[in-house]
């Protein structure tokens, strides 16, 4: 089997599972939605603009949310044994790690696009002519924020604490993305040019490529008996 | 190295390293000049930047000692990882209380959001990680290998948190030794420095000494505990 084949294999595996149950995108779907109720009661937007607020808003929801979900991408593998017999299996373990990052990214995508249109609606907000650029920051920082979530779910599902390891693990290296991820969307919303945001883009990019590299090497650590 | 002689060096640089501590704090309460603007506070800058420093150095130690922990799997990098990761917590808790009570009189508040400030309290998040997923693996193997990937990607993870931190414009004042142009600090306030740094780096590394024997006594009764032969004083 090629290495790309192994990663379609869990990629489609994951896909199935969550397709069938639905339970991790319902959980998480029903979160950011609830979030967002919540937040127009917390805030009060006569007051502060909603573009102003609105992605630092978002930014956590989508934190949030992915640590929802990705925190139980190995729940099901651990709770049956399954882990040992796809550690047994002729997959990489690198490859093993893609294919879950490509999983959870997918799903987290799909969160994040139900996220911008209810908090729009919610919060009435205008994207006006950036669509595309605002889908490219988000899509870009997912990438960092559902690696290194996918990394210390495999720690914190091994561990006693469980999922309730993951935030105190994910969340002090996850400041690249709060902080460059915030500001490039408040410029976007605010309509300031996209040349603003070159700087964002690269460093999302680079702390992208830091969680990418950072699971593909040391996955292997964390999972082998 | 026997651990018999790392006992004695540890031992040995930890009373240095007590000595320099009190000759530090003459110096500093009673030969250093006092700064011309921010007065009498200032002094509290010798003991939180050597503190800083270490808190720093010790993480390299807690990173390098991992990733080679990983490579290579010998327990005593681990062991010397955990007892960098313990001292450099100590030091790092060091800068987060002297910063504020420094911050307190001359930006009047303990806590901004400086960069510098955000940084070590991140360190300290990322060090409290090390401690937790240690401790909460039923495998102990597991465990040490858990920690040692916190330390790694905490460690590569630091520049760009550091990058992104400090790009509001930061409050701190601004390096006054290590810049282009040489030290521009006066020369005792720089050798009371100079002593605090190499005071805390001996005391850091006798603590980390006397901490990784003690570890490696540690694992050693736990071994003859499991293979259950009778203890031995």
New interface residues.
């Given amino acids: 089997m090629t290495y790309l084949g192994q990663v379609w294999a869990i990629v489609h595996k994951d896909l199935t599972i969550e397709f069938r149950t639905k339970e991790r995108f319902a959980a998480m779907a029903s979160f950011a939605v609830l979030v967002g109720l919540l937040f127009h009661y917390a805030l009060d937007v006569t007051v502060v603009r909603p573009q102003d607020i609105a992605s630092g808003v978002i930014w956590m929801t989508v934190i949030f949310s992915a640590l929802l979900g990705v925190g139980r991408t190995f729940y099901l593998e651990e709770e049956d044994g399954a882990m040992s017999g796809l550690l047994h299996s002729p997959i990489a373990l690198d490859a093993l790690f893609v294919g879950k990052f490509i999983a959870n990214y997918i799903l987290v995508a799909m969160i994040t696009v139900l996220i911008f249109v209810v908090f729009a609606g919610f919060f009435r907000l205008n994207f006006g002519g950036h669509f595309v650029a605002l889908i490219g920051i988000v899509s870009l920082g997912a990438v960092g924020l559902v690696g290194i979530l996918t990394l210390f779910s495999a720690v914190s599902s091994r561990t006693r604490m469980g999922e309730s390891l993951l935030p105190v693990l994910a969340f002090p290296l996850l400041v690249p993305v709060v902080v460059y991820g915030v500001d490039a969307t408040t410029r976007i919303l605010v309509g300031r040019p996209l040349s603003e945001v070159a700087g964002n883009v690269r460093m999302l990019a680079a702390f992208a490529l830091l969680s990418i590299m950072a699971g593909v090497v040391l996955f292997r650590f964390v999972v082998e008996e | 190295m026997s651990a018999r002689s790392i006992r004695i060096s540890g031992t040995a640089l930890g009373i240095l390293g007590l000595l320099g501590v009190v000759a530090l704090h003459w110096m500093v309460f009673f030969w250093v000049p006092t700064e011309s603007s921010m007065g009498i506070v200032q002094r509290i800058f010798y003991v939180h930047v050597p503190s800083a420093w270490v808190a720093f150095m010790a993480f390299g130690i807690v990173a390098i000692t991992g990733a080679m922990y990983?490579w290579l799997g010998d327990d005593r990098l681990d062991q010397a990882g955990v007892a960098a990761a313990e001292g450099g917590m100590v030091f790092t808790t060091i800068v987060l209380i002297t910063g504020p009570l420094w911050g307190k009189i001359a930006w009047g508040t303990y806590w901004t959001w400086e960069p510098r400030l955000t940084l070590t309290l991140?360190l300290w998040?990322?060090y409290?990680?090390y401690f937790?997923?240690r401790r909460?693996?039923?495998n102990p193997q597991?465990?040490k290998?858990?920690a040692?990937?916190?330390g790694?990607?905490?460690a590569?993870?630091i520049p760009?948190?550091h990058?992104?931190?400090s790009?509001l414009r930061s409050l701190h004042p601004d390096p006054v030794v290590l810049k282009p142009e040489g030290p521009t600090l006066d020369s005792a306030m720089l050798i009371t420095l100079m002593v605090g740094l190499l005071t805390f780096t001996l005391l850091f590394l006798g603590l980390f000494l006397i901490r990784f024997s003690a570890e490696s006594l540690d694992r050693k009764l736990q071994l003859r505990e499991v293979a259950g032969q009778p203890q031995e004083a």
Wanted: a negative charge; aromatic letters at 10%; charged letters at 10%.
């Fill in positions: 990983l991140l998040f990322i409290l990680g937790l997923v909460s693996t039923d597991q465990g290998k858990f040692a990937v916190v790694v990607v905490g590569a993870d760009l948190i990058i992104s931190v790009w």
